[in-house]
């Protein structure tokens, strides 16, 4: 039987929470949980799929905590589970993303940092990892376009 989706999303929310007691956001200096409600909002308005609805809550719990992904499993289930350590950056600081529903809630994770920090967290976190494309025209490598 399938879990009440207000029971998940507020389970969902409780953990989320519980993990991230105490952190703050570096540029704003809100409460972590904000971000996270904000990037569950955004991808609600997107999909109507439950459990993404319930990894963009919990999108960082694995890389920002000490979540595991077996006890995010043992918690909310594999796919859940699977989204989320696919919003989490691996031992090379990189993203191995397979699955559309990570996709979304990545993108919903950028969005919601480009619109709500200032301009060093987008510095920082974008032009300074921009790679040119080498077969892409020179202009096109120019972040600025």
């Given at each position: 039987?399938?879990?009440?989706?207000?029971?998940?999303?507020?389970?969902?929310?409780?953990?989320a929470q519980?993990?991230?007691k105490?952190?703050i956001?570096k540029?704003s200096?809100?409460?972590?949980?904000?971000?996270?409600q904000?990037v569950?909002?955004?991808v609600?308005?997107?999909?109507?799929?439950?459990d993404?609805?319930?990894?963009?809550?919990?999108h960082d719990?694995?890389?920002?905590?000490?979540?595991?992904?077996?006890?995010?499993?043992?918690?909310?289930?594999?796919?859940?589970?699977?989204?989320v350590?696919?919003?989490?950056?691996?031992e090379?600081k990189n993203f191995k993303?397979?699955?559309k529903?990570s996709?979304?809630v990545?993108?919903?994770?950028?969005?919601h940092?480009?619109?709500?920090?200032?301009d060093?967290?987008?510095?920082?976190?974008?032009?300074?990892?921009?790679?040119?494309h080498?077969?892409k025209?020179?202009h096109?490598?120019?972040?600025k376009?």
């Amino acid at each position: 039987m399938e879990v009440n989706i207000v029971e998940k999303i507020t389970e969902a929310f409780k953990y989320a929470q519980e993990k991230h007691k105490g952190q703050i956001r570096k540029y704003s200096g809100e409460p972590y949980i904000i971000h996270l409600q904000a990037v569950y909002q955004l991808v609600r308005q997107v999909t109507d799929d439950k459990d993404t609805w319930a990894a963009a809550i919990l999108h960082d719990v694995i890389e920002d905590t000490d979540a595991t992904y077996d006890e995010v499993k043992e918690k909310f289930g594999e796919k859940i589970a699977n989204i989320v350590q696919e919003c989490s950056k691996d031992e090379n600081k990189n993203f191995k993303i397979t699955m559309k529903e990570s996709l979304l809630v990545k993108f919903a994770d950028g969005l919601h940092n480009l619109g709500n920090n200032n301009d060093d967290w987008f510095i920082e976190k974008v032009l300074h990892r921009w790679q040119p494309h080498p077969t892409k025209p020179e202009h096109m490598n120019n972040p600025k376009f």
